[in-house]
């Protein structure tokens, strides 16, 4: 009985994907395939209860308890639906990330760069490992640790692995200050026109350098320049891929006035067809791989689509939600707002309350019209929070993949030098944006 719930769990799936991408083609009332997409998605989310794991119950208790606070009425039918159809690009974004993932771990390019990385001296591997986690997780998210987890030497110790899967997490979830690559950046275009989201991601690039730089010489004093350019060698193989794709996608979404979600949804799967028909004796791991992620990354789906669809009730729909005048949030200090908000993402996350949760409540709040805030920084400043929060928190995707890859226990993962990291990132990265929101008021 299982396996067949499963089975029709992952046709749901496949053809809420395919009804996914049509959408973004041909997005009008007539296409079909997106009402047949939609009922697809709501059966696959349905069957997908029953095997959720505890901690992510605890993560959706949080968000209908957050609804309940938030939400004055039930959503009607009508509501409903609609809020259906605009989560339907998620049903898209986690099989395309899973796609990805498998096609990219198959490229000799990436092969090359392991192989780099495992030469490292003992004291640059954790800049090595950063800086690869860093511009590889932009692309590819949590499937840079299986890249650099192979990278690790077979009899290596528990201190060694445990260093590699701090800098690897550093590294991957401080690219989500930039790339568009990351749910993160489709939360925060839910709540923020898509200019806006842009323009955050790109103080985000500054942001990223500026933190890769200081945490990196935190944790390794003793690191020069030459160093650094030694450990940014492991880069050098798959550095044409990774700005290909980027190109891509961004080029994707300026033309055709897409979302980033969209441009990724259409874009990747082409560059992957395109890798197959290079090597088509690597067509059926890639598929066979995706399946399997199908199969088995269906807890994010559902917690990110649910997190969506309070966020779609929030901006979208009048007379739902409550007003926020109630609860006197005008009276906090504009210029604190964005330091509060990526500042309360970390010190939730502790406490195992994912990003996706402090984030709705959070950009609900501050992206209301009571703050005269340029909304390109509180996009940044919520993915300074997305970064540090994924960074600390046990019941991050981030941590977990990470920890089961390098064999390190989740907490020693999750609390040891990052938290100095995050903590120091959450407060200065946020009143940097704090700074350039005040010049901009007085110039």
């Not at 046709?11 to 009922?39: P, Q």
């Not at 709540?191 to 945490?215: K, N, P, Q, R």
């Not at 090597?279 to 269906?298: A, C, Q």
């Not at 559902?302 to 309070?310: E, Q, Y």
Request: with cysteine; charged share 10%; proline share 4%.
């Amino acid at each position: 009985m299982i396996q067949i719930l499963n089975s029709i769990r992952l046709y749901a799936f496949i053809i809420s994907w395919m009804a996914s991408i049509s959408s973004i083609i041909w997005d009008n009332e007539k296409n079909v395939l997106i009402d047949i997409g939609v009922y697809s998605f709501g059966v696959f989310l349905i069957l997908t209860i029953p095997f959720l794991k505890r901690q992510s119950i605890f993560i959706v208790l949080i968000l209908i308890l957050l609804a309940s606070v938030i939400f004055e009425r039930f959503p009607n039918i009508s509501e409903i639906i609609n809020g259906a159809e605009f989560i339907l690009i998620f049903a898209g974004l986690i099989p395309t990330m899973g796609l990805v993932r498998a096609a990219a771990l198959k490229m000799k390019s990436v092969k090359l760069s392991q192989s780099l990385l495992s030469k490292l001296p003992k004291e640059l591997m954790p800049s090595g490992f950063q800086v690869t986690g860093h511009f590889s997780g932009a692309v590819i998210n949590t499937g840079v640790f299986a890249m650099l987890s192979a990278s690790i030497p077979k009899d290596a110790n528990e201190s060694y692995r445990r260093s590699a899967a701090e800098a690897s997490l550093r590294g991957m979830a401080s690219s989500a200050c930039w790339s568009p690559f990351f749910v993160a950046f489709a939360v925060g275009q839910v709540y923020l026109a898509s200019i806006h989201a842009w323009l955050g991601l790109v103080i985000g690039i500054v942001i990223g350098l500026l933190y890769s730089i200081a945490s990196i010489k935190f944790v390794t004093p003793s690191i020069s320049f030459e160093k650094l350019k030694k450990s940014l060698s492991c880069l050098k193989p798959i550095s044409n891929h990774l700005i290909l794709t980027m190109v891509s996608v961004v080029s994707m979404a300026l033309i055709f006035n897409l979302t980033a979600l969209s441009a990724v949804i259409l874009v990747m799967p082409i560059l992957v067809i395109i890798q197959c028909v290079y090597k088509p004796e690597l067509y059926r791991e890639i598929i066979n791989e995706t399946l399997g992620s199908m199969r088995n990354n269906i807890d994010d789906v559902l917690i990110i689509s649910f997190a969506m669809l309070i966020g779609y009730f929030v901006t979208k729909s009048d007379g739902i939600t409550v007003d926020f005048r109630n609860f006197n949030v005008e009276s906090i200090p504009e210029w604190s707002v964005l330091v509060i908000i990526p500042f309360l993402m970390t010190l939730v996350s502790f406490i195992g309350i994912h990003p996706v949760i402090s984030s709705t409540i959070l950009l609900t709040i501050f992206t209301s019209s009571f703050f005269n805030i340029e909304p390109y920084l509180i996009m940044q400043a919520h993915l300074i929070g997305w970064c540090t929060g994924t960074l600390c928190s046990m019941a991050s995707l981030s941590v977990i993949t990470c920890s089961n890859l390098f064999k390190v226990p989740s907490h020693k993962v999750a609390f040891g030098v990052n938290v100095y990291v995050v903590l120091g990132f959450s407060l200065l990265g946020g009143a940097f944006l704090s700074i350039i929101n005040q010049l901009i008021k007085y110039f």
